[in-house]
């Protein structure tokens, strides 16, 4: 059999910090944070290049980040201790 990987996502970066910001305002919480130093390994900017879940999967993003924040927040309310 074969594998292959197939990266999911909107094919737009986000920061860390857009995250942080975005998740704040779509659900009404702060979040503390400090800046600190990059890591040994961590990358400037990722993102995700979507074009084998299209071309494959015939999958294209739905979603929005304000989406994801609301419905992972959600999930975790829901959800305190996991599975």
């Given at each position: 059999s074969q594998v292959m990987n197939i990266n999911l996502g909107t094919g737009k970066g986000t920061s860390v910090l857009e995250l942080i910001h975005t998740f704040q305002d779509v659900n009404k919480v702060k979040i503390p944070f400090v800046f600190g130093k990059r890591r040994l390994g961590?990358?400037?900017k990722v993102v995700?290049?979507?074009s084998l879940a299209i071309?494959?999967?015939n999958w294209k993003p739905s979603?929005?980040?304000e989406d994801m924040c609301s419905d992972?927040?959600?999930w975790q309310k829901l959800n305190p201790n996991g599975y």
């Open positions: 961590d990358y400037g995700a290049n979507n071309e494959f999967l979603r929005t980040i992972g927040w959600k």
